[in-house]
């Protein structure tokens, strides 16, 4: 259909009104901004959790794929959340023992 009514193949110029990109996720410092994670290389604990994490732009509408990304991202920082906080309570009880 498209040849059809006489658009060529590449001939559309595609772009993507969502910024996106920006803020690369990447398994080292070299690949991207953030870490599959999220969380930013540079800066403990400081996350990123938008479209900016995707390695290019898509071209078409991110709702979904954000979802997916920040799922993960937002179940990464839960379990993390949850295993420092347990940690804590550990180091509390044996502090209290010690006193």
Same mark, same amino acid.
């Given at each position: 259909?498209? *040849?059809? @009514?006489? @658009?060529? #193949?590449?001939? &559309?110029?595609?772009?993507? %009104?969502?910024?996106?990109? /920006?803020? $690369?996720?990447?398994? +080292?410092?070299?690949? =991207?901004?953030?870490? !599959?994670?999220? #969380?930013?290389? #540079? ?12 390695? /290019? !732009? +898509?071209?078409?509408?991110?709702? &979904?794929?954000?979802?997916? &990304? ?6 990464? @920082? *839960?379990? %993390?959340?949850? *295993?420092?906080?347990? +940690?804590?309570? @550990? %180091? =509390?009880?044996?502090? $209290?023992? $010690?006193?």
């Amino acid at each position: 259909k498209v *040849k059809f @009514i006489g @658009i060529k #193949e590449n001939g &559309v110029g595609l772009f993507s %009104a969502h910024q996106m990109g /920006t803020c $690369k996720m990447g398994v +080292s410092r070299d690949a =991207g901004a953030v870490r !599959p994670t999220g #969380e930013t290389w #540079e800066i403990d604990n400081l996350f990123v959790c938008d479209t900016s994490v995707f390695p /290019t !732009p +898509s071209g078409v509408n991110p709702m &979904v794929t954000l979802a997916g &990304v920040s799922y993960g991202i937002s179940q990464h @920082i *839960k379990r %993390a959340t949850a *295993k420092m906080t347990t +940690s804590s309570r @550990i %180091a =509390g009880r044996s502090m $209290k023992s $010690k006193l």
